[in-house]
């Protein structure tokens, strides 16, 4: 929340300019999702990398344009990231990964970090125009110490001062149906179809009134909203616990909007081409959101985003045998909708309405 603090997200995967395979991931940077990994038994890949964006590395003026924070440190962005899969056999492919990441908000520097396992099995292979197939399983997930909305919110005539999350988290599972056709010796072409299921959780809800008054509070439905004073001077906060109702339903409801379930379904696909010594891909991915939580977003009179675009294009050069450097950019029209799940809640939800972008050098290497 801590209002920008739901820009706080970043994926990777890097291309494999080693051996002409590539790691295979789900959730973080599924532009690049491909049915066939490209080692023998065994073998495999790791990636080590860092993510950057600041006003600086602005190449298409995305912050420049934007009338709240031009020409401030809101929106820098730092994070690093290891990954790494391999082939079980020819067919089976496993991998997982981390990240560590943060972003400058106006106030503080949100940060989290995530991870992801997978495994993807290719049931057959690329004849004359018929595509090899893969089935992949993913499950990934995010979580953070904390997250504050530290700007005024009323919640039917009480003006909380401060809204923080503490152990905010999400876990999703993941199914993708991947296709991949090599157009030659040097090019190939992917696309994929997937659908998930997400939760979203917290440890609790703490807001600020008064200034000082710090209730630990609850909303079991969008009637009744409930608390008990965790911090605060008794006789000046005077109310030690409040337990309100509403027939016309003005609270937040279920796990107060910040905890709730989802589904989803993306689609995409990947253009690549590759030499010996070079390698370029350009992927895109489109993804529509079903969150439990969006009728509360509309009672508190917030704007819902529940979809995303997302642009991926890299370069990878091979300076050793078996390794080689990673350029890659990354544009999204609804900034990181959809990949940290648990930055987008009753409180922040009207916050995921910027154009975002960001650069990323890593190292990878074949083994």
Same mark, same amino acid.
């Given at each position: 929340?801590?209002?920008?603090?739901?820009?706080?997200?970043?994926?990777?995967?890097?291309?494999?300019?080693?051996?002409?395979?590539?790691?295979?991931?789900?959730?973080?940077?599924?532009?690049?999702?491909?049915?066939?990994?490209?080692?023998?038994?065994?073998?495999?890949?790791?990636?080590?990398?860092?993510?950057?964006?600041?006003?600086?590395?602005?190449?298409?003026?995305?912050?420049?344009?934007?009338?709240?924070?031009?020409?401030?440190?809101?929106?820098?962005?730092?994070?690093?990231?290891?990954?790494?899969?391999?082939?079980?056999?020819?067919?089976?492919?496993?991998?997982?990964?981390?990240?560590?990441?943060?972003?400058?908000?106006?106030?503080?520097?949100?940060?989290?970090?995530?991870?992801?396992?997978?495994?993807?099995?290719?049931?057959?292979?690329?004849?004359?125009?018929?595509?090899?197939?893969?089935?992949?399983?993913?499950?990934?997930?995010?979580?953070?110490?904390?997250?504050?909305?530290?700007?005024?919110?009323?919640?039917? +005539?009480?003006?909380? $001062?401060?809204?923080?999350?503490?152990?905010? *988290?999400?876990? @999703?599972?993941?199914? #993708?149906?991947?296709? =991949?056709?090599?157009?030659?010796?040097?090019?190939?072409?992917?696309l994929f179809y997937?659908?998930?299921?997400?939760?979203?959780?917290?440890?609790?809800?703490?807001?600020?009134?008064?200034?000082?008054?710090?209730?630990?509070?609850?909303s079991p439905n969008p009637q009744?909203?409930?608390?008990?004073?965790?911090?605060?001077?008794?006789?000046?906060?005077?109310?030690?616990?409040?337990?309100?109702?509403?027939?016309?339903?003005?609270?937040?409801?279920?796990?107060? +909007?910040?905890?709730? $379930?989802?589904?989803?379904?993306?689609?995409? *696909?990947?253009? @690549?081409?590759?030499? #010996?010594?070079?390698? =370029?891909?350009?992927?895109?991915?489109?993804?529509?959101?079903?969150?439990?939580?969006?009728?509360?977003?509309?009672?508190?009179?917030?704007?819902?985003?529940?979809?995303?675009?997302?642009?991926?294009?890299?370069?990878?050069?091979?300076?050793?045998?078996?390794?080689?450097?990673?350029?890659?950019?990354?544009?999204?029209?609804?900034?990181?909708?959809?990949?940290?799940?648990?930055?987008?809640?009753?409180?922040?939800?009207?916050?995921?309405?910027?154009?975002? +972008?960001?650069?990323?050098?890593?190292?990878?290497?074949?083994?």
């Open positions: 929340m801590a209002e920008k603090g739901i820009i706080i997200a970043w994926l990777t995967l890097l291309p494999a300019v080693v051996l002409g395979g590539g790691l295979a991931h789900g959730a973080p940077l599924d532009e690049f999702l491909t049915a066939q990994h490209g080692y023998p038994p065994w073998h495999g890949e790791w990636e080590v990398g860092m993510d950057v964006m600041n006003g600086k590395l602005d190449l298409l003026n995305l912050r420049k344009k934007d009338q709240d924070f031009s020409g401030t440190t809101v929106g820098d962005y730092t994070g690093w990231h290891a990954l790494g899969g391999i082939a079980v056999t020819r067919r089976l492919w496993v991998d997982g990964g981390v990240w560590d990441r943060s972003i400058m908000t106006p106030l503080d520097t949100a940060e989290s970090v995530g991870w992801q396992v997978g495994a993807q099995y290719q049931f057959t292979v690329n004849v004359d125009n018929l595509p090899a197939l893969a089935l992949r399983w993913t499950r990934w997930g995010n979580s953070g110490q904390e997250v504050e909305k530290k700007s005024a919110t009323t919640l039917r +005539g009480i003006t909380a $001062d401060k809204i923080a999350i503490k152990g905010p *988290g999400d876990r @999703q599972t993941q199914i #993708d149906l991947l296709a =991949t056709w090599m157009r030659g010796e040097n090019d190939s072409f992917s997937g659908q998930g299921w997400s939760k979203v959780n917290y440890d609790k809800l703490l807001v600020t009134l008064r200034g000082e008054c710090v209730y630990d509070v609850d009744q909203f409930k608390g008990f004073l965790v911090s605060g001077d008794p006789d000046f906060c005077e109310v030690l616990s409040f337990d309100l109702h509403d027939e016309g339903g003005a609270f937040p409801g279920k796990g107060m +909007g910040a905890a709730y $379930d989802a589904r989803y379904v993306h689609f995409g *696909g990947m253009y @690549q081409w590759l030499d #010996d010594k070079w390698r =370029t891909r350009l992927g895109m991915r489109f993804q529509k959101h079903d969150r439990d939580v969006e009728d509360s977003v509309h009672r508190f009179g917030r704007t819902t985003y529940d979809n995303n675009l997302t642009i991926v294009g890299d370069v990878g050069y091979k300076i050793f045998k078996e390794s080689g450097l990673v350029f890659r950019i990354e544009l999204m029209k609804n900034q990181f909708v959809g990949d940290i799940p648990f930055t987008y809640n009753t409180f922040s939800s009207n916050r995921f309405n910027r154009k975002y +972008g960001f650069l990323t050098i890593a190292w990878v290497s074949g083994f």
